[in-house]
T-cell receptor
Framework: AQTVTQSQPEMSVQEAETVTLSCTYDTSESDYYLFWYKQPPSRQMILVIRQEAYKQQNATENRFSVNFQKAAKSFSLKISDSQLGDAAMYFCAYYSGAGSYQLTFGKGTKLSVIP | SAVISQKPSRDICQRGTSLTIQCQVDSQVTMMFWYRQQPGQSLTLIATANQGSEATYESGFVIDKFPISRPNLTFSTLTVSNMSPEDSSIYLC??????????????FGEGSRLTVL
C-alpha cells in the first residue's frame, strides 16, 4: 500500500521569506500523481499544485514550486515570498491513477506565517 | 472549478444519535467522494458515491454505519449512525476537478465538523 509521510508537523516562516515543506512517499508504481493541498483554518481545502510522475520538470504555480525527486520518492513544496494568507495546513497527497480517485494523504504540516 | 456546499458546517451530537450531512454541488458530477479527517490525522476516503448505484465503501467503513444517498448528479448525503466520540471528525465531500481526466485532482467542500459527546 502506498504511504505518504510529512515529517514536519509544524513549520513557521517570516513574512516575505521562503519555506520548504517536506513530503516522502512509498510506491511501487512508475506512473502516478502527487499533490499539495492547502487547508486554511475553517476554510475549504484547495489544490495548490500537482505533479505528474512522468514529467521530469518540476511544477510551478506562481510563488509555489515543487522539488520532485522520483528516485528518492521525495516531493517538497517551496513557498516563496510567504504571505499571511499562506498560513494553513498543507497536505501532501498521492494518487496512483487507477481511476478510483482514492488519494493517500499525509498527516499534514501546519504552516504559520510570522508578520 | 466546482462550488461545493456542505451542511451543517458543524454540530455537537449526543452519543447514540445519527446525523446526516448534505453536500450540494453547483454542477452535475458523476462521482462524489466522502472523506473523514480525524483530529490531527490525514484524510481518509470513506466511500465513493455514484448516481444511480450503491456507494462503494473503503476498507474499514460499512454501509450500516455510514449510509450514503446519491439521488441526483448534484447532491449527496452521508449519515453517521449511532455515533460515538470516536466519530468526532471533519467530514468532507469532494468531487473530481481539473481539466484533464483521471488526474486525481479533487475539489472539496468546506467540511462538516462533528463533535460527539
Amino acid at each position: 500500500a502506498q504511504t505518504v509521510t510529512q515529517s514536519q508537523p509544524e513549520m513557521s516562516v517570516q513574512e516575505a521569506e521562503t519555506v520548504t515543506l517536506s513530503c516522502t512517499y512509498d510506491t511501487s508504481e512508475s506512473d502516478y500523481y502527487l499533490f499539495w493541498y492547502k487547508q486554511p483554518p475553517s476554510r475549504q481545502m484547495i489544490l495548490v499544485i500537482r505533479q505528474e510522475a512522468y514529467k521530469q520538470q518540476n511544477a510551478t504555480e506562481n510563488r509555489f514550486s515543487v522539488n520532485f525527486q522520483k528516485a528518492a520518492k521525495s516531493f517538497s513544496l517551496k513557498i516563496s515570498d510567504s504571505q499571511l494568507g499562506d498560513a494553513a495546513m498543507y497536505f501532501c497527497a498521492y494518487y496512483s491513477g487507477a481511476g478510483s480517485y482514492q488519494l493517500t494523504f499525509g498527516k499534514g504540516t501546519k504552516l504559520s506565517v510570522i508578520p | 472549478s466546482a462550488v461545493i456546499s456542505q451542511k451543517p458546517s458543524r454540530d455537537i451530537c449526543q452519543r447514540g444519535t445519527s446525523l446526516t450531512i448534505q453536500c450540494q454541488v453547483d454542477s452535475q458530477v458523476t462521482m462524489m467522494f466522502w472523506y473523514r479527517q480525524q483530529p490531527g490525522q490525514s484524510l481518509t476516503l470513506i466511500a465513493t458515491a455514484n448516481q444511480g448505484s450503491e456507494a462503494t465503501y473503503e476498507s474499514g467503513f460499512v454501509i450500516d454505519k455510514f449510509p450514503i444517498s446519491r439521488p441526483n448528479l448534484t447532491f449527496s448525503t452521508l449519515t453517521v449512525s449511532n455515533m460515538s466520540p470516536e466519530d468526532s471528525s471533519i467530514y468532507l465531500c469532494s468531487v473530481v476537478g481539473g481539466t484533464a481526466p483521471n488526474t486525481g485532482e479533487l475539489f472539496f467542500g468546506e467540511g462538516s465538523r462533528l463533535t460527539v459527546l
